[in-house]
């Protein structure tokens, strides 16, 4: 079941929404969900996913892929979107090399919903990428590559509360 936040988001993709349109089963509008922003039922929209589609143009790292692949749903991204240099190609995420074409987009959606066995690897490979992104353990890798010495590891370390002068 395709899910979008919002009709609107459909016309910044005229060529997806095109693909969805001539697709000859005439069921595909019925299964299209336009969910509004209701972040009180974001994991129940994940839940109820059968695949996570966001051909962006430009996403620098969107929160919403890291969603998407921690809830276990087989994701479709943009190889352009920055969560995409975290993302090994057909074992993470299927990653489109042109968001704008909406017969890569169909292709990789038909790939995914055709193949339980591909399912369920992006499912599960994807899950454990996202546990890799945790902010604490990105924080770690961060702070570890940082030569000790150097004047930017110093500027890591929190000063003493005693030593930040208070303005009275």
Request: aromatic share 6%; proline share 8%.
């Amino acid at each position: 079941m395709p899910l979008f936040s919002s009709p609107d988001r459909m016309r910044f993709m005229p060529s997806v929404a095109n693909a969805f349109a001539s697709c000859p089963s005439t069921r595909v509008a019925s299964r299209i969900i336009f969910a509004g922003r209701n972040q009180l039922a974001i994991e129940r929209f994940y839940a109820a996913a059968d695949v996570f589609l966001l051909p962006t143009l430009y996403e620098p790292f969107g929160l919403v892929i890291l969603e998407a692949l921690a809830s276990g749903v087989p994701t479709i991204v943009s190889a352009t979107a920055g969560a995409s240099e975290w993302l090994a190609d057909g074992i993470d995420a299927l990653l489109l090399q042109d968001p704008s074409d909406g017969e890569e987009a169909r292709a990789a959606l038909r790939s995914i919903l055709g193949s339980g066995a591909l399912e369920s690897s992006l499912s599960r490979s994807g899950r454990l990428k996202a546990e890799t992104l945790q902010w604490g353990r990105v924080a770690d890798r961060i702070i570890a590559t940082v030569p000790a010495r150097s004047p930017v590891s110093k500027s890591l370390t929190p000063a003493p509360v005693s030593a930040i002068p208070l303005e009275v």
